[in-house]
């Protein structure tokens, strides 16, 4: 059964700085795009990045850019968010989500999400 | 302000027919294939179409969506209670080089 679970979320405080991952299962993770969305409260969903099956490319939001780092271990299977810098308006619930390509067609299968709360 | 503009709130009786609608430009749906989500807070958001037009298996066929020009349709027929959720649009933004959602179609049934 094809499964994604994030972990990592936290309360941290404004400025600070944290990794989020997601584990992949039930399907060949090197074979496709990974995708970044968040949902903030009260909020519609909104798009943070992708990765490219081999890492090769990496596209980021623009109110992300610079602050935020996508990776991937495609032999662990894991998807990474590094977030620095992080702000008031970074609290949302994060989600992976896979592609149905390599690259950046659309996702098809998502997690539950891990929830980041920035907050003095 | 989203890229792709959707109607934020939709409401119809059980049985009823919606369509919810997902404008766009030339540097997104005019050019890349549209992809339609539901979800529900404290769930995983749920693929509906793919391709403008598909359907993933497990996805009943009273949902159904089209694409035209710069403009894109879901439509969910015979509504039930249990299609209570919020649903978005989504495709790549050759311009802008990134992925872009709707602000969301919070669905009611009445």
């Known amino acids: 059964q094809v499964h994604l679970v994030e972990s990592g979320g936290a309360v941290v405080q404004p400025g600070r700085s944290l990794r989020i991952s997601c584990e992949a299962s039930g399907f060949s993770f090197r074979n496709h795009g990974m995708h970044w969305v968040r949902r903030a409260p009260g909020r519609g969903l909104e798009w943070v990045a992708v990765i490219y099956y081999d890492g090769s490319t990496k596209e980021y939001a623009d109110f992300v850019k610079g602050r935020f780092t996508v990776s991937r271990d495609n032999g662990k299977r894991k998807l990474y968010l590094q977030m620095d810098s992080l702000g008031v308006d970074d609290t949302a619930l994060y989600l992976c989500?896979?592609?149905?390509?390599?690259?950046?067609?659309?996702?098809?299968?998502w997690g539950q999400g891990t929830m980041v709360s920035v907050s003095s | 302000q989203s890229v792709l503009t959707q109607p934020p709130s939709m409401s119809a009786a059980p049985g009823r027919l919606v369509t919810i609608s997902c404008s766009g430009t030339n540097s997104n749906i005019g050019i890349n294939s549209v992809s339609w989500y539901r979800h529900l807070p404290g769930t995983a958001p749920k693929l509906l179409a793919f391709?403008?037009?598909k359907r993933p298996s497990g996805v009943p066929d009273r949902f159904s969506a089209s694409k035209s020009g710069t403009s894109a349709t879901l439509g969910i027929a015979g509504i039930q209670s249990g299609d209570e959720a919020d649903y978005y649009c989504?495709?790549?933004?050759?311009?802008?080089?990134?992925?872009?959602f709707g602000g969301g179609t919070k669905l009611t049934v009445l």
């Open positions: 391709d403008n037009n």
């Open positions: 989500a896979r592609d149905r390509t390599m690259y950046y067609h659309g996702m098809d299968v």
């Open positions: 989504g495709t790549w933004d050759s311009r802008l080089s990134q992925w872009v």
